[in-house]
């Protein structure tokens, strides 16, 4: 009787990943970045696209995960000094192009650790604020700049010791600004 109700409660339960809610760690940011959490734990899609020189970077669509490789900073021609010196001789670093549909507050979220710079029309944009984790194995770090729509922007992700990073760029809700 005891293994007849044992094997009807297993078999009547939901699975343990749909019981746990947010993954380990991934609880801990400030903000409610569930949207970002989900479009970084499904799969990222490849941007054609040369992540060295600004003229040729892959364009990154917006709520979107993008699987990105990223080369050797060394590498790349950077289109703004960085706010922060690389802390690696092999650090990585990549530049990507993207575009805003209206002005607003958007996110800029990566699944790894990397300085994150927005840079117009030669300058690094301030960023308005940021967040960081560790134990979040999808989702890292999240920072949020003011943008205007109507030109391309350069997403510039440098510092970094992972050769490739999953990123998301989302419009903040007006709950969240």
């Not at 970077?57 to 900073?73: E, F, S, T, V």
């Not at 289109?79 to 607003?104: E, H, I, Q, S």
């Not at 699944?111 to 604020?129: M, Y």
């Not at 940021?130 to 729509?149: M, N």
């Amino acid at each position: 009787m005891l293994r007849s109700a044992l094997l009807l409660f297993l078999l009547l339960s939901p699975p343990a990943h749909a019981m746990a809610g947010p993954a380990a760690g991934c609880d801990a940011f400030g903000w409610n970045l569930a949207r970002e959490l989900a479009l970084l734990e499904a799969p990222g899609s490849q941007s054609a696209g040369d992540p060295r020189i600004a003229a040729r970077a892959p364009r990154l669509d917006l709520d979107r995960h993008h699987a990105l490789g990223l080369p050797r900073q060394a590498e790349v021609a950077l289109a703004a000094t960085p706010a922060r010196p690389p802390r690696d001789a092999k650090a990585r670093a990549g530049l990507f192009v993207f575009r805003v549909p209206a002005a607003g507050a958007y996110r800029v979220s990566l699944s790894r650790a990397l300085w994150v710079e927005v840079v117009d029309d030669g300058g690094a944009l301030p960023a308005r604020a940021f967040q960081g984790r560790h134990g979040c194995a999808s989702l890292r770090k999240s920072v949020v700049f003011d943008l205007e729509p109507g030109r391309d922007l350069l997403l510039q992700l440098d510092g970094g010791r992972d050769a490739e990073v999953g990123v998301v760029i989302t419009g903040v809700p007006l709950d969240d600004r």
